[in-house]
């Protein structure tokens, strides 16, 4: 993807949340898409997302970080 090495992704499997702008005008929603499809196909469980928001973090995002954590505490 050019962001990233993808190639050296950890051996272990934790659970991804990712939450990307569908108007994002800094990294593309694609990027995303392609994030979400690489850690799937590693084996990830990955909760994709997207909000109707540009290249920012607005209480939705935070909301969704905090359930997500809270699901995934141990």
């Known amino acids: ?27 593309p929603v694609a990027h995303g898409h392609d994030t979400r499809d690489t850690f799937i196909s590693q084996g990830f469980t990955v909760r994709y ?12 995002v935070i909301g969704k970080f905090v359930q997500f954590l809270i699901e995934h505490s141990a």
């Open 49 to 60: 997302d997207e909000l109707p928001i540009g290249h920012t973090i607005d209480l939705r």
């Open 1 to 27: 993807f050019g962001l990233w090495d993808h190639t050296n992704l950890p051996t272990s499997h934790p659970d991804v949340l990712i939450v990307h702008g569908t108007y994002d005008e800094v990294v």
